[in-house]
């Protein structure tokens, strides 16, 4: 039996995420060994995302690898992966998903009631957050986790965002923290994929095995969402889509880079017709204002 390759960033928590689909992998009886490799958005860590122009920033080091045939598979946060998928590369699974919901590491939260600083190099927290607090400011953060907590304490800022899933999983949650169950997540955030060389079989079938349909439907829907309304990493764009017995509900939002403006969309469907459902919503979107915000979005990060 071949052994499985699994390519991975070499953060603490991209590498959680090899680990665990490594012993769900193992626990089938198949063989595998983990290869991890540096990305360019690992190492470029003074610029912010959108500047760097490049879709999937943080995918790509390991599309490539796959492609050259150094890794058979490759594990990802499926909200960096971009939605549509470089030639030869396929989805194979979505893991269960963790918590989807974003929070605030704070030093205190008195600054809440006046003026302050919150660290996020996300367009859609910065574009949420200003939305609900226009009398702040937001500053650019990068680098993993640890790194980002660590900014935080060297630096005057007044608190950060961070996704309380990744914080969660390698056990680095502070206790000064709130959830921000107010602020829409990225699409499919939360959610580990795996993806593998389309005319890899015995990859394939193996990776198949892991699959959690109900975190399928609910991601699909998401980054269907996202790809219509043309996001990528270079827009504020949020989508959450739940199950609940036969029912899908969704929330997804565009927002304008500073905040003022916000175009939602909510609805609820029997969970069977999710298949064009995320499209549906972002035609909504696109319809009520925004096709001009894109516009404007895309003209001022261009």
Known sequence: MKTIRIGTRDSQLALWQAHTVQSELEA???KTEIVSVKSTGDLLLNRPLYELGIVGIFTKTLDIAMLNGQVDIAVHSMKDVPTRLPKGIIQSAVMPRANTQDILVHKDLDFLNGEGTVATGSLRRQAQWLNKYPNHSVTDIRGNVNTRLQKLQ????NAAIFAKAGLERI?????????LDWMIPAPAQGAMVIVTMENDTFSTEAVRKLNHHPTEICTHVEREFLQVLEGGCSAP???LAILENDNLHFEGVLLSLDGKEKIVAKKTIPSKDYKEFGKACALEVLENGGKEMMVEIKKTLA
């Open 28 to 30: 089938l009886g198949y």
């Open 154 to 157: 060297d630096n005057t800022w």
């Open 171 to 179: 056990q680095v949650l502070p206790e000064n923290h709130i959830d």
């Open 237 to 239: 764009i949020g989508a």
